[in-house]
């Protein structure tokens, strides 16, 4: 059974950077498809960045072009590194894993992932 377990996370200004990382402890199998997800008080969680075993990845919207998904495959690993952070960005940050994920449509779709890790918290300041 699959076990995320995040790290990394912490304070940042406006503009800074934080790497975040999420090692699974479960078997490869579990962790074909890998996602970052977060959620700020009183909002919804959302879907940040996924990415399958093939390295095909997804964004949301809000982070393109300043946030990167990336994996290690032998160490069952994942990795999002955030540049250019803004105030909106703080939230609680969550690693999910599954291992079957049909539609690359659904990738950040939190209902689709089984195994989730504890979170971490990461908050920006202006």
């Known amino acids: 059974q699959a076990q995320p377990v995040e790290s990394g996370g912490g304070s940042a200004q406006s503009g800074g950077s934080l790497t975040l990382s999420c090692a699974d402890s479960g078997y490869t199998a579990s962790t074909l498809f890998m996602a970052w997800f977060r959620q700020a008080p009183g909002k919804e969680r959302e879907g940040v960045a996924a990415?399958?075993?093939?390295?095909?990845?997804k964004y949301a919207d809000s982070v393109k072009g300043r946030f990167t998904i990336s994996r290690d495959n032998a160490e069952n690993k994942v990795y999002l590194q955030m540049n250019n952070l803004k105030p909106e960005d703080t939230a609680m940050y969550y690693c999910a894993v599954d291992s079957i994920i049909f539609n690359f449509r659904d990738y950040l779709s939190s209902r689709k992932y089984k195994y989730w890790g504890q979170g971490t918290q990461v908050t920006v300041s202006s």
């Open positions: 990415i399958d075993n093939t390295g095909r990845t």
